[in-house]
Nanobody, 117 residues
Framework: QVQLVESGGGLVQAGGSLRLSCTASGGTVSTRTLGWYRQAPGQQREMVAVQASGGAKNYADSVKGRFSISRDYSRNTVDLQMDNLRLEDTAVYYC???????????WGQGTQVTVSS
């Protein structure tokens, strides 16, 4: 099973930027979709951005134009650049690898992002 480790969370003021990074290990990830999800207190986990192995990207409406997902296939990483952060972006952010026909999906441990006023 692929292991995912996130980094880059922290405290930032509204309007600021953060870059999250997720490193995958323990299997082939280049052919699989990777993404970022988030969960705020008392809320359900929601999709933020995903990038398929072929490069296609999809974003939640709430982050379009502010967040950007990118992958480095040689390093098995997926990053999330977050600009113009808002208070409502405060959440634990999780990296996720989608299941393949033979392998299950898996989650990272999460990294906290807190946006202050």
């Amino acid at each position: 099973q692929v292991q995912l480790v996130e980094s880059g969370g922290g405290l930032v003021q509204a309007g600021g930027s953060l870059r999250l990074s997720c490193t995958a290990s323990g299997g082939t990830v280049s052919t699989r979709t990777l993404g970022w999800y988030r969960q705020a207190p008392g809320q359900q986990r929601e999709m933020v951005a995903v990038q398929a192995s072929g490069g296609a990207k999809n974003y939640a409406d709430s982050v379009k134009g502010r967040f950007s997902i990118s992958r480095d296939y040689s390093r098995n990483t997926v990053d999330l650049q977050m600009d113009n952060l808002r208070l409502e972006d405060t959440a634990v952010y999780y990296c996720y690898i989608f299941p393949s026909p033979r392998l299950p999906g898996s989650w990272g441990q999460g990294t906290q992002v807190t946006v202050s006023s």
